[in-house]
């Protein structure tokens, strides 16, 4: 059973940078998992931020980019504001036909 | 603009069924996967099943395999699931998807419709 992990809570200050993670409990995220990663505030869909590791979505801001560091990959916040505080998600492709979502990062900008 | 309605959500006994519907507009249906992905009240997001354009490519989470089953009629632009044996725990807010493909990701996601599992 593969996990997709990743930290449960984060917070930041505004105009901080951050970077959340996204881990398997088994091996190592690479491009070809095609990570991608959501926001979530309560009571809302999803909103999709980054595809294929660091393709940001229509109307994203540049504040949020994408990359693999070391064997996850990441999602990081630069000049964090304070409607960046939401809940994150990562997706990895697992090749077998099924996606995985990690648990989920709950961001605080304080 | 792309729109993804969910309906069929409701109230429903454990080991009983429900039919949940997603009508797409805005785009041309059958150019695209279109995924369920679901979310336990105060939980993570969780992949549940996918499906390509032309239904030639189904997969399901483990979870849920052998109980629900995807499905889509391009002729009418709609994706369904079909929820059977439900248990306590396929308690969630069920979402549609468009799923782009090739990257495998979500663009565009519906609003959800709330299936509870509970006599």
């Known amino acids: 059973q593969t996990v997709v992990t990743q930290e449960p809570s984060f917070s930041v200050s505004p105009g901080g940078t951050v970077t959340l993670t996204c881990g398997l409990s088994?091996?190592?995220?690479?491009?070809?998992?095609?990570p991608s990663w959501y926001q979530q505030t309560p009571g809302q869909a999803p909103r999709t931020l980054i595809y294929?590791?660091?393709t940001r979505s229509s109307g994203v801001p540049d504040r949020f980019s994408g990359s693999i560091l070391g064997n996850k990959a990441a999602l990081t916040i630069t000049g964090a504001q304070a409607d960046d505080e939401s809940d994150y998600y990562c997706m990895l492709y697992m090749r077998s036909g099924i996606s995985v979502f990690g648990g989920g990062t709950k961001l605080t900008v304080l | 603009e792309v729109q993804l309605v969910e309906s069929g959500g409701g109230l429903v006994q454990p080991g009983r069924s429900l039919r949940l519907s997603c009508a797409a507009s805005g785009f041309t249906f059958d150019d695209y996967a279109m995924d369920w992905v679901r979310q336990a009240p105060g939980k993570g997001l969780e992949w549940v099943s996918g499906i390509s354009w032309n239904s030639g490519s189904i997969d399901y989470a483990d979870s849920v395999k052998g109980r629900f089953t995807i499905s889509r009629d391009n002729a009418k632009n709609s994706l369904y699931l079909q929820m059977n044996s439900l248990r306590a725990e396929d308690t969630a807010l069920y979402y549609c998807?468009?799923?782009?493909?090739?990257?495998?990701?979500?663009?565009?996601w519906g609003q959800g419709t709330l299936v509870t599992v509970s006599s």
């Open positions: 294929s590791t660091n």
């Open positions: 998807a468009r799923r782009v493909g090739f990257q495998y990701y979500f663009d565009y």
């Open positions: 088994s091996g190592s995220v690479s491009t070809s998992y095609y």
